[in-house]
Each structure stands twice: as structure tokens, then as C-alpha cells.
């Protein structure tokens, strides 16, 4: 999902040594297993002296990719997320966006069409009807909020790796992006696309989507944070060069594991 975060524009010394403090006591973040990595030694591998604002904010750049590094060397293909019976659902689920409940976008079903791009060989246009008929499977599984909190939902719809190839899509590319009907935009490792539990979601909790959770669509990845599985999704790209995402330009960790 969107995770309502705050823009990392203007984050003075303190704050930005407090968040590098945070992402190293997380355990999913703790790097080789224990925190035998401590700031000081980031600071001399990263080669920031930590003296003014520009040298702090490139120490938090470099804590990030360092830690996108790590995650991704950690990640594995096959290992799955746990997974949760029906009475474990949280209900109510909490809407959760960057953005009020009030301003979440309106997609039209009849005139909505998935546009597919870059390294893809096959049909680049899809329906919504189109897609809800491809091989459905579901699941219960926890979102994981970089705000701290979680929440356990059902989602169904059809595994991403497989409309990946499908569609005929380069396997071997570096990441596959997203844009979406509000003005949010994300992007993943192939790896984690390819994911058994990544799921291109048309349903919740046996329901079609509504809008307030992503409608007509949205990606649900059990090992990625929330802000890492987009909603409201109206084209797909496969690509070779970085594509970036919306918070992570901002100065977030772009890997995103949870």
C-alpha cells in the first residue's frame, strides 16, 4: 500500500542519525545477522564525516542503498511469508495512503485498460474482465506498515510471475515498475516479482477490490514493506534501468523487505 509517510526533503542532523539508528535495530535490517555494523563504522565505509547537512544526508543515502544491498543478498526466491487462518483476519482493515479516504481515485471498470511496456513481447493491453479469468489464487497474509503497524488480510487474484510470462515479459530484466491512477509510482527487483506470494490482487476478503484498498488492482507482496505494494495500478514496465519509486526518491529505502 501508499504507507503515509513524511516527506524526507528537510530532516536536520539529529533526525537523520536517528532513523540510521532505527533501520540498524530493526531486526529485518540488522546487517550479517548482528549489529556488528555500528554507525560509526558506516560512516567510515560510506566515507561521510558527518560534520554538516549535505554530509548527513548523504550518510542516510548511503545507510539506504547499503541496506538495499543487504536485503537483496538476503532475499531468498523461495522462502515464504507466514501465512494466517480466516479468524486471524484483522477487520476492520485499516485504510492506509498518503492521501485522505476522501481523495482516493475513481477508475472507471468499463474503460479501464492495463497498459503493459518495455521489455514485453506479448498482449499489452488487458481489460479488468480479462484479467479477473486468468488462474486465480488466494491468500492471508500480513501487511507490514514502515509506520510500525501490521495488519493480517485476505487478498485474491492472479500470481505475478506467471502473468509475467504470460505475457512475455524478460524474466532476465533488472526491475519491473508501476504507475498508478493517483500520481503514485513504484518499482521491484525481479526477484521478488517472481515471487511465489507476489500477487496481482482484483479481490478482497472474497470481494472484488474496493476502491479505499486499491481498486481495480493493486500488487500484495508479503516480503516487502506496505509503501513497497502499490494500488490503483494502470500500467506495467519491465526495464533494465532503475526506475525509482514514490517515496523512495525521497530518500526511503528502495529494497522495502519486511
Known amino acids: 500500500m501508499n504507507d503515509k509517510l513524511k516527506p524526507a526533503h528537510k530532516l536536520d542532523r539529529q533526525s537523520i542519525l536517528q532513523d540510521a539508528q532505527r533501520e540498524l535495530a530493526m531486526p529485518s535490517r540488522r546487517l550479517f545477522g548482528k549489529q556488528l ?78 497498459q503493459l511496456s518495455g521489455l514485453v513481447t506479448g498482449k499489452r493491453t488487458w481489460t479488468l474482465p480479462e484479467l479477473v479469468a486468468l488462474p486465480h489464487e488466494e491468500q492471508i497474509t500480513r501487511h507490514i506498515c514502515v509506520e510500525g503497524w501490521s495488519a493480517v488480510g485476505r487478498w485474491g487474484g492472479t500470481r505475478f510471475g506467471d502473468f509475467l510470462k504470460r505475457v512475455g515479459a524478460d524474466t532476465s530484466a533488472k526491475y519491473v515498475g508501476f504507475k498508478c491512477a493517483d500520481d503514485y509510482y513504484e518499482s521491484i527487483d525481479m526477484a521478488t516479482a517472481l515471487h511465489p506470494q507476489t500477487l496481482l490482487a482484483f479481490d478482497y476478503d472474497g470481494e472484488r477490490l474496493p476502491a479505499k484498498y486499491g481498486f481495480p488492482m493493486k500488487l500484495r507482496m508479503p516480503t516487502k514493506l506496505g509503501y513497497k505494494n502499490p494500488k490503483h495500478i494502470v500500467e506495467i514496465f519491465v526495464t533494465n534501468k532503475y526506475p525509482g519509486g514514490y517515496w523512495s526518491d525521497q530518500g526511503y529505502n528502495w529494497f522495502g523487505g519486511s
Open 37 to 114: 555494523l555500528t554507525l560509526g563504522g558506516l560512516s567510515m565505509l560510506t566515507g561521510c564525516s558527518l560534520t554538516d547537512d549535505e554530509s548527513v544526508n548523504k550518510f542516510l543515502t548511503a545507510v539506504s542503498r547499503l541496506n538495499d544491498s543487504a536485503q537483496a543478498l538476503l532475499f531468498s526466491p523461495t522462502q515464504l511469508a507466514p501465512t494466517y487462518t480466516e479468524a486471524q483476519i484483522t477487520r476492520p482493515f485499516p485504510f492506509n495512503a498518503y492521501y485522505g479516504i476522501d481523495q482516493v481515485p475513481h477508475v472507471d471498470e468499463a474503460s479501464y485498460r492495463l
